[in-house]
Protein backbone atom coordinates (compact mmCIF):
# COMPACT_ATOMS: atom_id res chain seq x y z
CA UNK A 1 0.00 0.00 0.00
CA UNK A 2 1.35 3.67 -0.74
CA UNK A 3 0.30 5.58 2.19
CA UNK A 4 1.01 9.82 2.40
CA UNK A 5 1.15 11.27 5.67
CA UNK A 6 0.65 14.32 6.91
CA UNK A 7 2.66 15.84 9.86
CA UNK A 8 0.95 19.22 11.03
CA UNK A 9 3.90 20.08 13.77
CA UNK A 10 8.29 20.80 12.68
CA UNK A 11 9.82 17.89 11.69
CA UNK A 12 12.99 19.43 13.23
CA UNK A 13 11.61 20.59 16.84
CA UNK A 14 11.29 16.83 18.65
CA UNK A 15 7.71 16.25 20.06
CA UNK A 16 4.99 13.49 21.05
CA UNK A 17 2.86 13.95 17.78
CA UNK A 18 5.71 14.11 15.38
CA UNK A 19 7.69 11.00 17.18
CA UNK A 20 4.71 8.98 16.72
CA UNK A 21 4.33 10.08 12.76
CA UNK A 22 7.79 8.91 12.17
CA UNK A 23 7.55 5.78 14.21
CA UNK A 24 4.33 4.63 12.37
CA UNK A 25 6.33 5.40 8.97
CA UNK A 26 9.13 3.65 9.60
CA UNK A 27 6.96 0.15 11.29
CA UNK A 28 4.72 0.80 7.60
CA UNK A 29 7.77 0.77 5.70
CA UNK A 30 9.38 -2.60 7.78
CA UNK A 31 6.00 -4.40 6.92
CA UNK A 32 6.20 -3.31 2.96
CA UNK A 33 4.06 -0.47 2.60
CA UNK A 34 5.64 2.57 1.01
CA UNK A 35 5.38 5.86 2.83
CA UNK A 36 5.50 9.43 2.08
CA UNK A 37 5.35 11.95 5.13
CA UNK A 38 4.66 15.97 3.99
CA UNK A 39 5.35 18.05 7.49
CA UNK A 40 6.81 21.70 8.00
CA UNK A 41 10.44 22.08 8.69
CA UNK A 42 13.33 24.62 7.96
CA UNK A 43 14.42 24.97 4.37
CA UNK A 44 18.03 23.96 5.44
CA UNK A 45 16.86 20.94 7.66
CA UNK A 46 18.02 17.64 7.15
CA UNK A 47 15.31 15.08 6.65
CA UNK A 48 14.75 11.14 5.97
CA UNK A 49 14.02 10.63 2.66
CA UNK A 50 10.86 10.15 3.07
CA UNK A 51 10.00 13.50 4.70
CA UNK A 52 8.98 16.31 2.40
CA UNK A 53 9.30 19.78 3.78
CA UNK A 54 7.05 22.48 3.37
CA UNK A 55 9.44 25.63 5.16
CA UNK A 56 9.36 26.97 8.31
CA UNK A 57 6.40 26.83 10.61
CA UNK A 58 5.37 29.48 13.37
CA UNK A 59 5.29 29.23 17.12
CA UNK A 60 1.18 29.06 17.73
CA UNK A 61 -0.03 28.07 21.67
CA UNK A 62 -2.71 25.37 21.21
CA UNK A 63 -3.67 23.57 23.60
CA UNK A 64 -2.26 24.09 26.90
CA UNK A 65 1.52 24.34 24.96
CA UNK A 66 2.98 25.84 22.24
CA UNK A 67 3.56 24.12 18.49
CA UNK A 68 5.09 25.03 15.64
CA UNK A 69 2.98 24.98 13.06
CA UNK A 70 2.91 25.91 9.05
CA UNK A 71 -0.65 27.66 7.46
CA UNK A 72 -0.34 29.57 4.11
CA UNK A 73 -0.51 30.06 -0.04
CA UNK A 74 2.90 28.39 -0.11
CA UNK A 75 2.48 25.53 2.28
CA UNK A 76 -0.86 24.72 0.76
CA UNK A 77 1.32 24.80 -2.78
CA UNK A 78 3.73 22.18 -1.66
CA UNK A 79 0.85 20.18 -0.27
CA UNK A 80 -1.24 19.85 -3.30
CA UNK A 81 1.52 19.29 -5.28
CA UNK A 82 2.93 16.19 -2.99
CA UNK A 83 -0.94 15.05 -3.22
CA UNK A 84 -0.70 15.16 -7.32
CA UNK A 85 2.69 13.89 -7.47
CA UNK A 86 2.25 11.34 -4.57
CA UNK A 87 -0.27 8.29 -5.83
CA UNK A 88 -1.46 7.56 -2.69
CA UNK A 89 -3.87 4.58 -1.65
CA UNK A 90 -4.60 6.35 1.47
CA UNK A 91 -3.79 9.81 3.24
CA UNK A 92 -3.25 9.61 6.72
CA UNK A 93 -3.54 12.85 8.48
CA UNK A 94 -2.75 13.83 12.14
CA UNK A 95 -4.41 16.18 14.39
CA UNK A 96 -7.00 17.99 11.49
CA UNK A 97 -8.45 20.14 13.85
CA UNK A 98 -4.66 21.93 14.26
CA UNK A 99 -4.77 24.99 11.94
CA UNK A 100 -1.56 23.55 9.96
CA UNK A 101 -1.10 20.71 7.15
CA UNK A 102 -3.76 18.80 8.07
CA UNK A 103 -6.37 20.98 7.26
CA UNK A 104 -4.85 22.21 4.18
CA UNK A 105 -4.91 18.28 3.02
CA UNK A 106 -8.22 17.78 3.38
CA UNK A 107 -9.19 20.70 1.15
CA UNK A 108 -6.71 19.73 -1.57
CA UNK A 109 -7.68 16.09 -1.47
CA UNK A 110 -10.48 13.69 -2.29
CA UNK A 111 -11.01 10.02 -1.91
CA UNK A 112 -9.43 7.94 0.79
CA UNK A 113 -8.98 9.74 3.72
CA UNK A 114 -8.06 8.77 7.74
CA UNK A 115 -7.41 10.91 10.16
CA UNK A 116 -5.56 9.99 13.69
CA UNK A 117 -7.05 12.43 16.47
CA UNK A 118 -4.26 12.68 19.26
CA UNK A 119 -5.27 15.60 21.53
CA UNK A 120 -7.92 15.43 24.11
CA UNK A 121 -9.27 19.24 24.18
CA UNK A 122 -12.72 21.42 26.09
CA UNK A 123 -14.88 23.52 23.78
CA UNK A 124 -13.63 26.90 23.53
CA UNK A 125 -14.25 30.07 21.76
CA UNK A 126 -11.05 29.52 19.09
CA UNK A 127 -12.80 26.11 18.37
CA UNK A 128 -16.18 27.71 18.05
CA UNK A 129 -14.74 30.35 15.74
CA UNK A 130 -12.84 27.77 13.49
CA UNK A 131 -16.08 25.01 13.26
CA UNK A 132 -16.80 26.33 10.42
CA UNK A 133 -13.73 25.86 8.41
CA UNK A 134 -12.45 22.81 10.43
CA UNK A 135 -16.13 21.01 9.93
CA UNK A 136 -15.39 21.26 5.84
CA UNK A 137 -11.87 19.15 6.69
CA UNK A 138 -13.74 16.61 8.57
CA UNK A 139 -16.53 16.42 5.98
CA UNK A 140 -13.74 14.68 3.82
CA UNK A 141 -12.41 11.81 6.31
CA UNK A 142 -13.40 8.34 5.47
CA UNK A 143 -12.22 6.76 8.98
CA UNK A 144 -11.32 8.18 12.22
CA UNK A 145 -8.88 7.07 14.85
CA UNK A 146 -8.32 8.14 18.14
CA UNK A 147 -5.34 7.23 19.99
CA UNK A 148 -7.48 7.37 23.56
CA UNK A 149 -10.76 7.57 25.28
CA UNK A 150 -10.06 10.98 26.15
CA UNK A 151 -9.02 12.34 22.52
CA UNK A 152 -12.36 10.05 21.32
CA UNK A 153 -14.81 12.05 23.79
CA UNK A 154 -13.36 14.90 22.75
CA UNK A 155 -14.27 14.29 19.00
CA UNK A 156 -17.53 12.92 19.58
CA UNK A 157 -18.82 15.61 21.84
CA UNK A 158 -17.78 18.51 19.85
CA UNK A 159 -17.93 17.29 16.73
CA UNK A 160 -20.18 13.85 16.59
CA UNK A 161 -19.15 11.07 14.69
CA UNK A 162 -16.88 8.17 16.12
CA UNK A 163 -13.55 6.49 15.74
CA UNK A 164 -11.63 3.53 15.91
CA UNK A 165 -9.77 3.66 19.09
CA UNK A 166 -5.95 2.69 18.91
CA UNK A 167 -3.37 3.70 20.76
CA UNK A 168 -0.20 5.43 20.99
CA UNK A 169 3.06 3.22 19.75
CA UNK A 170 6.55 2.51 21.33
CA UNK A 171 9.34 0.91 19.90
CA UNK A 172 9.92 -1.64 22.31
CA UNK A 173 13.37 -2.64 21.14
CA UNK A 174 14.73 0.98 21.08
CA UNK A 175 14.53 1.00 24.92
CA UNK A 176 15.33 -2.24 26.26
CA UNK A 177 19.54 -1.82 26.22
CA UNK A 178 21.24 1.09 26.75
CA UNK A 179 24.31 2.48 29.51
CA UNK A 180 23.25 4.78 32.29
CA UNK A 181 24.59 8.53 31.82
CA UNK A 182 28.33 9.27 32.74
CA UNK A 183 27.95 9.79 36.59
CA UNK A 184 24.57 8.05 37.25
CA UNK A 185 23.18 4.87 37.13
CA UNK A 186 20.29 2.93 39.42
CA UNK A 187 21.95 3.14 42.69
CA UNK A 188 18.33 3.52 45.19
CA UNK A 189 18.21 7.54 44.99
CA UNK A 190 17.52 8.42 41.89
CA UNK A 191 14.35 10.38 40.40
CA UNK A 192 14.26 11.19 36.66
CA UNK A 193 11.91 13.26 34.90
CA UNK A 194 11.28 13.83 30.80
CA UNK A 195 9.50 16.91 29.43
CA UNK A 196 9.26 20.47 28.55
CA UNK A 197 10.68 22.15 32.20
CA UNK A 198 8.92 24.91 31.28
CA UNK A 199 5.19 24.11 30.62
CA UNK A 200 2.97 24.11 33.41
CA UNK A 201 0.86 21.06 32.68
CA UNK A 202 4.03 18.46 32.62
CA UNK A 203 4.17 18.88 36.42
CA UNK A 204 7.57 19.47 37.06
CA UNK A 205 7.34 22.20 39.59
CA UNK A 206 5.14 19.75 41.78
CA UNK A 207 8.00 17.02 41.54
CA UNK A 208 10.58 19.86 43.11
CA UNK A 209 8.32 20.97 46.13
CA UNK A 210 8.56 16.91 46.30
CA UNK A 211 12.00 16.47 46.26
CA UNK A 212 12.45 19.08 49.06
CA UNK A 213 10.17 16.09 50.87
CA UNK A 214 12.52 13.67 49.56
CA UNK A 215 15.83 15.00 51.31
CA UNK A 216 18.35 11.73 49.93
CA UNK A 217 17.09 11.74 46.59
CA UNK A 218 18.21 13.66 43.60
CA UNK A 219 16.95 14.47 40.34
CA UNK A 220 17.87 14.02 36.68
CA UNK A 221 15.77 16.35 34.65
CA UNK A 222 15.58 15.97 30.49
CA UNK A 223 14.18 18.59 27.63
CA UNK A 224 13.98 21.89 26.76
CA UNK A 225 12.69 25.03 28.64
CA UNK A 226 13.80 26.96 31.91
CA UNK A 227 12.88 26.64 35.28
CA UNK A 228 14.29 28.06 38.49
CA UNK A 229 15.53 25.77 40.88
CA UNK A 230 15.04 25.94 44.67
CA UNK A 231 18.38 26.74 46.29
CA UNK A 232 17.31 24.40 49.05
CA UNK A 233 17.60 21.72 46.47
CA UNK A 234 19.94 23.26 43.67
CA UNK A 235 22.53 20.42 44.54
CA UNK A 236 20.58 17.14 44.27
CA UNK A 237 19.24 18.12 40.72
CA UNK A 238 20.71 18.22 37.39
CA UNK A 239 19.53 19.78 34.24
CA UNK A 240 20.43 18.32 30.94
CA UNK A 241 18.61 20.35 28.56
CA UNK A 242 17.60 19.19 25.00
CA UNK A 243 18.93 15.16 24.68
CA UNK A 244 18.99 13.26 21.66
CA UNK A 245 17.00 10.44 21.57
CA UNK A 246 19.86 8.17 22.67
CA UNK A 247 20.52 9.87 25.28
CA UNK A 248 16.88 9.98 26.51
CA UNK A 249 17.02 6.18 26.08
CA UNK A 250 20.25 6.64 28.26
CA UNK A 251 18.31 9.10 30.57
CA UNK A 252 15.25 6.13 31.09
CA UNK A 253 18.61 3.44 32.24
CA UNK A 254 19.83 6.24 34.66
CA UNK A 255 17.07 6.50 37.22
CA UNK A 256 15.44 4.04 39.79
CA UNK A 257 11.88 5.78 39.62
CA UNK A 258 10.67 7.88 36.59
CA UNK A 259 8.36 10.53 37.71
CA UNK A 260 5.08 11.82 35.39
CA UNK A 261 3.76 14.43 36.97
CA UNK A 262 1.49 15.74 34.77
CA UNK A 263 -1.44 17.36 35.46
CA UNK A 264 -3.62 16.80 32.48
CA UNK A 265 -3.88 17.41 28.64
CA UNK A 266 -2.50 13.88 28.19
CA UNK A 267 -4.18 11.77 25.85
CA UNK A 268 -1.97 8.63 26.31
CA UNK A 269 1.77 9.63 27.70
CA UNK A 270 4.41 8.14 25.62
CA UNK A 271 6.94 9.54 27.73
CA UNK A 272 5.71 6.14 30.31
CA UNK A 273 5.40 3.78 27.51
CA UNK A 274 9.19 4.52 26.92
CA UNK A 275 10.30 4.17 30.49
CA UNK A 276 7.92 1.00 30.77
CA UNK A 277 10.00 -0.20 27.70
CA UNK A 278 13.29 0.73 29.38
CA UNK A 279 12.22 -1.49 32.65
CA UNK A 280 11.93 1.83 34.70
CA UNK A 281 9.81 2.07 37.80
CA UNK A 282 7.40 4.54 36.59
CA UNK A 283 5.36 6.66 39.42
CA UNK A 284 3.05 9.00 37.71
CA UNK A 285 -0.10 11.31 38.49
CA UNK A 286 -3.31 9.37 38.61
CA UNK A 287 -4.99 11.51 35.22
CA UNK A 288 -7.43 8.96 33.37
CA UNK A 289 -4.29 8.78 30.67
CA UNK A 290 -1.95 7.93 32.65
CA UNK A 291 -4.14 5.28 35.17
CA UNK A 292 -5.18 3.36 31.29
CA UNK A 293 -1.46 2.55 30.87
CA UNK A 294 -0.19 1.72 34.07
CA UNK A 295 -3.24 -0.29 34.68
CA UNK A 296 -4.54 1.28 37.50
CA UNK A 297 -1.21 0.85 39.55
CA UNK A 298 -0.42 -2.56 38.61
CA UNK A 299 2.38 -1.72 36.00
CA UNK A 300 3.14 1.27 37.90
CA UNK A 301 2.35 3.72 40.92
CA UNK A 302 0.29 6.56 41.19
CA UNK A 303 -0.70 9.42 42.93
CA UNK A 304 -2.91 12.19 43.33
CA UNK A 305 -2.65 14.56 40.66
CA UNK A 306 -0.88 17.46 41.78
CA UNK A 307 -0.37 16.45 45.13
CA UNK A 308 3.34 17.08 46.24
CA UNK A 309 2.91 15.28 49.22
CA UNK A 310 1.83 12.55 47.59
CA UNK A 311 4.23 12.30 45.34
CA UNK A 312 7.13 12.75 48.22
CA UNK A 313 5.01 9.58 50.31
CA UNK A 314 5.25 7.72 47.01
CA UNK A 315 8.61 8.40 45.78
CA UNK A 316 10.41 7.65 49.33
CA UNK A 317 8.35 4.50 49.79
CA UNK A 318 9.71 3.06 46.27
CA UNK A 319 13.48 4.48 46.60
CA UNK A 320 13.16 2.23 50.04
CA UNK A 321 11.60 -1.05 48.34
CA UNK A 322 13.70 -2.70 45.78
CA UNK A 323 12.17 -5.60 45.26
CA UNK A 324 8.47 -3.45 44.90
CA UNK A 325 10.24 -1.53 42.58
CA UNK A 326 11.76 -4.46 40.71
CA UNK A 327 8.11 -6.14 40.18
CA UNK A 328 6.36 -3.27 39.25
CA UNK A 329 8.99 -3.27 36.10
CA UNK A 330 8.36 -6.17 34.96
CA UNK A 331 4.59 -5.93 35.16
CA UNK A 332 5.33 -2.72 32.99
CA UNK A 333 7.54 -5.20 30.70
CA UNK A 334 4.35 -7.15 30.11
CA UNK A 335 1.80 -4.34 29.79
CA UNK A 336 4.23 -1.96 27.25
CA UNK A 337 3.86 -5.40 24.53
CA UNK A 338 0.72 -4.51 23.41
CA UNK A 339 1.91 -0.76 22.60
CA UNK A 340 4.54 -2.39 20.56
CA UNK A 341 4.77 -0.65 16.71
CA UNK A 342 4.40 -3.73 15.39
CA UNK A 343 1.28 -4.37 16.53
CA UNK A 344 -0.17 -1.02 16.61
CA UNK A 345 0.40 -0.40 12.80
CA UNK A 346 -1.16 -3.47 11.64
CA UNK A 347 -4.23 -1.98 13.43
CA UNK A 348 -3.82 0.97 11.51
CA UNK A 349 -3.53 -0.93 8.29
CA UNK A 350 -6.79 -2.76 8.99
CA UNK A 351 -8.20 0.85 8.77
CA UNK A 352 -6.31 1.83 5.96
CA UNK A 353 -8.17 -1.02 4.22
CA UNK A 354 -11.95 -0.43 5.26
CA UNK A 355 -12.02 3.27 3.61
CA UNK A 356 -9.69 2.02 0.60
CA UNK A 357 -12.16 -1.17 -0.16
CA UNK A 358 -14.53 0.81 -1.86
CA UNK A 359 -12.67 3.88 -3.34
CA UNK A 360 -9.35 4.36 -6.10
CA UNK A 361 -6.51 6.57 -5.17
CA UNK A 362 -5.93 9.80 -3.22
CA UNK A 363 -6.27 12.29 -5.65
CA UNK A 364 -6.08 16.39 -5.77
CA UNK A 365 -9.51 17.73 -5.26
CA UNK A 366 -9.40 20.65 -8.24
CA UNK A 367 -12.55 22.33 -7.22
CA UNK A 368 -12.04 22.68 -3.89
Request: proline share 7%.
Amino acid sequence: MNVGIVCPYSWDVPGGVKQHIDDLAQALMAQGHRVSVIAPAEEDAELPPYVTGTGRALPVPYNGSVARMSFGFLSAARVRRWIREGGFDVLHIHEPLVPSLGVLACWAAKGPIVATFHASFNRSRAIAIAEPMLRSALEKLSGRIAVSDAARKSLVEQFGGDSVLIPNGVTVSRYTEAEPLPGWGPDGRTLGFLGRMDEPRKGLPVLLEALEQVPDAKLLVAGPGEVKIPKSIRDRVMLLGMVSEQDKIRAYHSVDVFVAPNTGGESFGIVLAEAMSAGATVLASDIPAFRRVLGDGQAGALFPNGDAAALAREARALLDDPARRAKLADEALVAVRKYDWSTVARDVVRVYETVTAAAGQVEEDTLA
